[in-house]
């Protein structure tokens, strides 16, 4: 070999040997991630591990920053003036029709008026011979109630007849979703696919249906955010506003779930804190994370060879960082090569849109008490990226110097 093919070859070892022993610069963020003034409290950098026994603070950092005081979870809100009852008005009760409703009107030997009927757009009921009869918003009874008294006042009968009003079908409902939650817009709820009707249903009297609650539409939203207010969650139906307390669906408590109509507003507002207490499986909660991986090159060679998805791997809301390290094969193998081993989070301020980069040593989360302190929780679209150890580097080096190296010694 000549001297300048050694020269280059040394040339390139070094090269090599210097990218993978350096460290790489800490991420740099906008929000003060570090210091725990960022959405979430466990973004902050970890302090030493010292002999004090370790205490768990930052659920309370968190809430901090809330707005009402501390006994808003449990249902006393002092900042409210008392305990809120979220008792929801009567007029809210109840299945409540709403345009594209099919309705089954039936009144005894009367071809003329009994039928099948679809609410109009314009939320009336409309029948042969008869005035438009409000319905947008009303009960099967009270519109039953108005159709009687329309037949007697227009003289079509001299005393009131007996009438049925029952709904046959249920139609979808587009209801518009704004605030505190994933992705606020317009979304469309309730309906059967046609693949799924059940034809004994269909055939029967009368009809229920639980795809028009406010429950589903919070959800069809993306879901309500860590920084809620449950308590106050408006709706606005034909210009009336009504307050609704939902805390019940977070914790496990009876709640009534409104049924909404099309047209119907739902606006959730911010507490501009993160709640821990949010962070779980309910009704209102994001069905789960979509979570984006990139994984190590050691042990494993690719994604498929690590069971993860050419794209996101599923993972239930309430997920951990940590937990998702672990999930993407991450951690574990040779204490030799693997101990080294880090992590980052790729996420987003759902208030601010501005994104931050959280790294972690896995080492030092497996070896410290006080690991939850620093375990961010996950929010939909997160990612999460793995960096092996000096150790692999290294070794992964090796072999590329030594096909590097076998190029210059060959004539």
Known sequence: ??????????????????????????????????????????????????????????????????TQDAGYLSGEDGAAGGKL??????????????????????????????GSFVVSRDGTLKLPFLAPI??????????????????????????????????????????AVSGAVFEPQPVDIGGVPGDSIDTLRQAALGASTEGRNLSVAVRNAGGVRPDADLARVR???????????????????AADDVMLLTGDEIHVPTRHCFQDALMRPSPISPAGISLYLSNLTQPATGNAISAIGQTVREVPYGTRFMQAVVDANCVGGARATSAKRSAALFS????????????????????????????????????????????????????????????????
Do not use: W
């Open 85 to 114: 009852s979220g008792a929801v008005p009567a007029s809210l009760r109840g299945e409540l029709l709403s345009r594209g409703d099919l309705l089954d009107l039936r009144v005894p030997q009367d071809d003329t008026f009994t």
């Open 134 to 175: 409000p319905a947008q918003g009303r009960t099967t009874a009270q519109v039953a109630a108005d159709v009687r008294r329309a037949l007697v006042a227009d003289g079509y009968y001299g005393v009131t007849p007996a009438v049925s009003l029952l709904v046959a079908d249920f139609a979808p409902a587009r209801v």
């Open 235 to 253: 709706l606005t139906r034909g210009g009336t506003n009504y307050v609704l307390d939902l805390r019940g669906m977070i914790q496990g408590r």
């Open 1 to 66: 070999m000549t001297l300048s093919k050694l020269t280059s070859a040394v040339s390139a070892l070094a090269l090599l040997l210097g990218a993978g022993c350096a460290r790489a610069p800490h991420p740099q963020n906008i929000e003060p991630a570090t210091r725990g003034a960022a959405y979430q409290a466990q973004y902050r950098a970890p302090e030493g591990r010292g002999a004090a026994a370790p205490t768990l603070v930052s659920a309370t950092m968190n809430l901090s920053r809330c």
């Open 348 to 411: 987003r301020n759902p208030v601010t849109g501005i994104s931050v980069v959280i790294e972690r040593s896995i080492e030092d989360m497996r070896a410290r008490a006080d690991r939850d302190d620093y375990d961010p929780y996950l929010l939909p679209g997160d990612s999460i990226a793995c960096y092996d150890s000096g150790v692999t580097n290294i070794a992964e080096i090796g072999r590329v110097v030594g096909v590097v190296t076998a190029g210059f010694l060959i004539p």
